[in-house]
């Protein structure tokens, strides 16, 4: 096999030490009240789970077996009093505004617990990640407010992200297969708005959502140049719900069916169009260099909001990780083989070593992603030390006050999207890109991999549903599947992180 140069020249091209380490760069730019911040939140959801998860988690599951039609609203209003569906909304849209940094850990100790009331509560944030990268500043502060509104009548109102299709999952969720993907949820263009047919499937939270961000298309052959999003609420004639999939884990986050049949969405409620982006100047750098036109809104609404969200998934697989080491090593203090505590066999510590180095990989990738996210991608406008430190301070009414008129929001929007996306250059969407799909591979593999060790220590005692054990592998195995596959995140990692060292490399192309 011929080498082109030698190591030298690959080492040259490679990327250096401190793009590969994150974390440095972003110790100088980060302010510091985020680290407060992240505290504040593991304490908050360790609360929570004491007081909450822990006595819940098993009882949930049991029930979504015995009934997989059952709606845990009763969760969901839990949820909705401790303040967790605001709490990463802007104080600009009448939220907590909390960093979009803190996530990621109060995710983590939500998972330690369990990971489908983790999700349930995390992947709000996932269909308002959607609407937030659209940045149409009149439909997010209008969406926001009722968010915050089902707060304070302890109503809840969640939001949801509308992407995967039947016959298109991980192909709609990459820019460079969603030219071939076989979509079937079209808009088709009429007087006064559009004309919505099609159906998604495995919508987080699907049933319990008030809002619906969707992700349909405008011509079916070219689904990457034409892709459109809109904002659907619950009662839209032609909108409705369709089955409950029968899940073997993480049952108590419910995946739902939602059908569109003629269902009519009026002008108002379109969040953006492909084919407005380029007229409106917003494409950014990186793709006016790479001349693709309305494929802009593509790596908008794909990598802005994955790069966001995949290392949130990453802190799932964390969580997941050390949930699994802390029931393992209970069990092995608890139990005796041989006439001593199994913690005491060489065996069982060189098993409980190897857990205690996964779980710690798990959560050191997800904070790498989160510091590229920070500097590079959807969260560094608010990243910026002045502008944070402005949020932070000032209280909520203070924006009510200031929110600009109607009429004048379309100028905000345009400013916004000028601001984060027309200013993204291709560097910064290939670190922020590449180091969230790094998370999410690395995160939820060790997680997935703890819980089989539990299981292989606890032996037949891991099997009992009362051990938690069973569960929490149950629960695991999903996190691999979605926010994009981790075979799919294992080829962005190749095309954003190591292609850059050898450019003749072609990526999906089979």
Same mark, same amino acid.
């Given at each position: 096999?011929?080498?082109?140069?030698?190591?030298?020249?690959?080492?040259?091209?490679?990327?250096?030490?401190?793009?590969?380490?994150?974390?440095?760069?972003? &110790?100088?730019?980060?302010?510091?009240?985020?680290?407060?911040?992240?505290?504040?939140?593991?304490? %908050?959801?360790?609360?929570?789970?004491?007081?909450?998860?822990?006595?819940?988690?098993?009882?949930?599951?049991?029930?979504?077996?015995?009934?997989?039609?059952?709606?845990?609203?009763?969760?969901?209003?839990?949820?909705?009093?401790?303040?967790?569906?605001?709490?990463?909304?802007?104080?600009?849209?009448?939220?907590?505004?909390?960093?979009?940094?803190?996530?990621?850990?109060?995710?983590?100790?939500?998972?330690?617990?369990?990971?489908?009331? !983790?999700? =349930?509560?995390?992947?709000? #944030?996932?269909?308002?990640?959607?609407?937030?990268?659209?940045?149409?500043?009149?439909?997010?502060?209008?969406?926001?407010?009722?968010?915050?509104?089902?707060?304070?009548?302890?109503?809840?109102? /969640?939001?949801?992200?509308?992407?995967?299709?039947?016959?298109?999952?991980?192909?709609?969720?990459?820019?460079?297969?969603?030219?071939?993907?076989?979509?079937?949820?079209?808009?088709?263009?009429?007087?006064?708005?559009?004309?919505?047919?099609?159906?998604?499937?495995?919508?987080?939270?699907?049933?319990?959502? !008030?809002?619906?961000?969707?992700?349909?298309?405008?011509?079916?052959?070219?689904?990457?140049?034409?892709?459109?999003?809109?904002?659907?609420?619950?009662? !839209?004639?032609?909108?409705?719900?369709?089955?409950?999939?029968?899940?073997?884990?993480?049952?108590?986050?419910?995946?739902?069916?939602?059908?569109?049949?003629?269902?009519?969405?009026?002008?108002?409620? &379109? %969040?953006?169009?492909?084919?407005?982006?380029?007229?409106?100047?917003?494409?950014?750098?990186?793709?006016?260099?790479?001349?693709?036109?309305?494929?802009?809104?593509?790596?908008?609404?794909?990598?802005?909001?994955?790069?966001?969200?995949? +290392?949130?998934?990453?802190?799932?697989?964390?969580?997941?990780?050390?949930?699994?080491?802390?029931?393992?090593?209970?069990?092995?203090?608890?139990?005796?083989?041989?006439?001593?505590?199994?913690?005491?066999?060489?065996?069982?510590?060189?098993?409980?070593?190897?857990?205690?180095?996964?779980?710690? /990989?798990?959560? =050191?990738?997800?904070?790498?992603?989160?510091?590229?996210?920070?500097?590079?991608? &959807?969260?560094? =406008?608010?990243?910026?030390?002045?502008? #944070? #430190?402005?949020?932070?301070? /000032? +209280?909520?009414?203070?924006?009510?006050?200031?929110?600009?008129?109607?009429?004048?929001?379309?100028?905000?929007?345009?400013?916004?999207? =000028?601001?984060?996306?027309?200013?993204?250059?291709?560097?910064?969407?290939?670190?922020?890109?590449?180091?969230?799909?790094?998370?999410?591979?690395?995160?939820?593999?060790?997680?997935?991999?703890?819980?089989?060790?539990?299981?292989? %220590?606890?032996?037949?005692?891991?099997?009992?549903?009362?051990?938690?054990?069973?569960?929490?592998?149950?629960?695991?195995? /999903?996190?691999?599947? #979605?926010?994009?596959?981790?075979?799919?995140?294992?080829?962005?990692?190749?095309?954003?992180?190591?292609? +850059?060292?050898?450019?003749?490399?072609?990526?999906?192309?089979?």
């Amino acid at each position: 096999m011929s080498r082109k140069g030698g190591s030298s020249t690959l080492l040259r091209e490679f990327p250096d030490f401190e793009e590969t380490m994150q974390s440095l760069a972003a &110790m100088e730019r980060m302010p510091r009240g985020v680290v407060e911040e992240c505290r504040e939140a593991v304490a %908050l959801a360790r609360r929570f789970n004491r007081t909450v998860a822990r006595n819940y988690a098993l009882e949930l599951d049991r029930r979504m077996q015995e009934d997989p039609a059952y709606l845990p609203w009763e969760l969901v209003e839990e949820a909705n009093r401790w303040g967790f569906f605001t709490m990463w909304i802007p104080k600009l849209f009448g939220g907590k505004g909390w960093s979009l940094s803190s996530i990621a850990p109060f995710v983590e100790e939500l998972a330690s617990e369990c990971l489908a009331i !983790t999700n =349930l509560i995390g992947v709000h #944030y996932f269909g308002f990640s959607i609407l937030a990268a659209t940045w149409n500043v009149r439909l997010i502060d209008m969406i926001s407010r009722e968010v915050a509104e089902g707060e304070r009548t302890g109503k809840p109102c /969640l939001v949801s992200g509308a992407v995967t299709e039947p016959e298109a999952g991980t192909d709609a969720e990459e820019v460079e297969l969603l030219a071939r993907a076989r979509v079937r949820c079209q808009a088709r263009r009429v007087e006064g708005g559009y004309v919505v047919n099609g159906r998604k499937i495995f919508i987080s939270n699907g049933h319990l959502s !008030t809002w619906h961000i969707l992700i349909a298309y405008e011509d079916l052959e070219r689904p990457d140049e034409t892709m459109i999003a809109f904002a659907v609420k619950n009662g !839209t004639p032609g909108f409705s719900f369709g089955r409950m999939e029968k899940k073997m884990g993480q049952k108590g986050c419910p995946a739902s069916e939602l059908v569109f049949e003629d269902c009519f969405i009026p002008d108002e409620y &379109m %969040l953006v169009a492909a084919s407005r982006l380029e007229e409106m100047g917003l494409l950014s750098r990186a793709a006016r260099k790479a001349e693709r036109g309305p494929r802009e809104l593509g790596m908008q609404l794909i990598d802005f909001v994955v790069s966001a969200t995949r +290392p949130g998934v990453g802190a799932m697989g964390a969580g997941v990780a050390r949930g699994a080491f802390e029931l393992a090593l209970q069990f092995a203090r608890e139990t005796e083989v041989g006439g001593k505590p199994l913690v005491n066999h060489e065996w069982a510590q060189c098993l409980l070593a190897e857990m205690y180095v996964n779980a710690a /990989l798990a959560r =050191l990738s997800y904070m790498e992603a989160n510091y590229a996210n920070s500097m590079h991608g &959807m969260a560094r =406008l608010l990243g910026f030390k002045p502008l #944070y #430190y402005y949020h932070r301070a /000032l +209280p909520t009414s203070v924006f009510d006050r200031f929110m600009p008129a109607a009429n004048r929001r379309d100028a905000v929007t345009t400013a916004f999207r =000028l601001l984060v996306v027309a200013g993204q250059g291709e560097e910064q969407e290939r670190v922020a890109s590449g180091w969230a799909s790094l998370a999410k591979v690395a995160g939820t593999d060790l997680g997935v991999r703890n819980c089989q060790l539990a299981l292989e %220590l606890m032996g037949q005692a891991g099997l009992r549903h009362d051990r938690r054990a069973e569960k929490c592998l149950r629960d695991a195995k /999903l996190l691999q599947i #979605y926010e994009g596959t981790n075979q799919l995140n294992r080829l962005n990692i190749f095309k954003c992180l190591v292609a +850059p060292a050898a450019p003749e490399a072609q990526v999906f192309q089979d």
